[in-house]
């Protein structure tokens, strides 16, 4: 029943997903952007953020203040907007309501590949060891060549599912071998707990939370399979470039978080345990499974240019692009991040 439910709910999202996205290109409108066109300096800036383990810096330096106290000066007030997940938060930056988002790879190419008017800032992590196939507890599956006829639930249109096609590949087989399963990826416990899937293809936090709650046994993750899992820092260039001094500081922050990292004070912690809804000790596991920087570089292009390739082998977007076209590392260079990223 749970299944059936949740494939009909994902095919209209995805219906709706794909409309918005086709009229994105006409979105750009709102305050923000009529300030950017005017070449004025915005006096708000508005951060997309998401309960992702993959941002965790970004969430001290909010909770540190240090965004809004370099930008106090500078009269801009900040504002931040939470979602859930990355389509939502694409839809906000196409609209104007949001004016840079800590994003994954699948919403990165998607939104640009839909037309947003989108430049990639920063990247915010490199994370192989965060994307993990689960076999479920009352199963003895080990190895990818075992999985012919199996099930396997993750989100379609996800990294989850180019992990999963990743992972079959490494065992000679294909997507076509197994019976695929559309969850939402709060659904990946239930699935595995009443046998409706043999194995999840999920990302963390998830990840820490189902292995160390007994309900499935990682068999695989991406560093095995060549996925990078790469997430970055993105901002609409009409923003971006009437604001490029607001941006920076943004990576700055972003950075010193990173450096944070390794003295996280207990309330901080805390905090940021609560928001992904681990414990304290299960974010300190998990932050060591994220290369977290803002660095781009070339092998983060070969990352998001092999999701592209993925996008398209699988009927979500018509045709490849080079990811390069729409990276702008100015911002970096003038953040001076190299104090914090040593």
């Known amino acids: 029943m749970l299944l059936g439910v ?3 709910v994902n095919k209209l999202v995805s219906v709706a997903l794909v409309a918005s996205l086709t009229v994105v290109g006409g979105l750009l409108g709102g305050c923000g952007s009529e300030q950017a066109a005017k070449g004025k300096q915005a006096k708000e ?3 997309a953020i998401q309960p992702s383990a993959a941002f965790i810096p970004l969430f001290v330096a909010k909770e540190k203040g240090w965004i809004e106290e370099d930008l106090k000066d500078k009269g801009v007030k900040v504002n931040w907007n939470n979602f859930e997940s990355g389509p939502p938060m694409n839809e906000s930056l196409a609209s104007g309501s949001s004016d840079l988002g800590v994003i994954g790879d699948v919403p990165i190419v998607s939104g640009i590949a839909a037309g947003q008017k989108n430049e990639l800032v920063a990247i915010t992590c490199q994370a192989p060891l965060s994307y993990a196939v689960l076999a479920g507890k009352n199963n003895q599956l080990s190895s990818p060549a075992e999985f012919k006829g199996k099930t396997i639930a993750t989100v379609v249109g996800s990294t989850g599912h180019n992990l999963t096609q ?5 065992g000679g087989l294909s997507i076509n071998d197994v019976k695929l399963v559309n969850i939402s ?11 409706e899937a043999d194995a999840v293809a999920i990302w963390e936090p998830n990840v820490t939370r189902l292995e160390e709650n007994g309900t499935g046994r ?5 560093s095995k399979v060549g996925l990078l899992g790469v997430n970055g820092l993105v901002a609409r260039a009409e923003f971006a470039k009437a604001n490029p ?3 920076s500081i943004i990576i700055k922050n972003y950075a010193r978080g990173v450096k944070e990292l390794a003295n996280l004070d207990n309330d901080t912690l805390n905090k940021i345990a609560a928001y992904l809804s681990l414990k304290p ?8 499974k994220f290369n977290y920087t803002v660095l781009i570089d070339d092998k983060d292009i070969a990352g998001l240019n092999d999701t592209i390739k993925f996008l398209v082998n699988i009927g979500r977007l018509k045709e490849e692009y080079d990811i390069a076209k729409y990276v702008n590392r100015d911002y970096i260079k003038a953040a001076n991040v190299d104090q914090y990223l040593k």
């Not at 990682?218 to 991406?222: A, E, K, L, Q, R």
């Open 6 to 8: 949740k494939k009909r």
């Open 45 to 47: 800036v508005n951060i």
């Open 166 to 170: 990743k992972f079959l590949t490494s």
């Open 185 to 195: 990826a709060g659904d990946a416990e239930a699935v595995l707990v009443n046998g």
């Open 218 to 222: 990682i068999i695989s993750d991406g």
């Open 245 to 247: 001094e607001v941006v």
């Open 281 to 288: 000790e299960q974010v300190k596991k998990v932050i060591k």
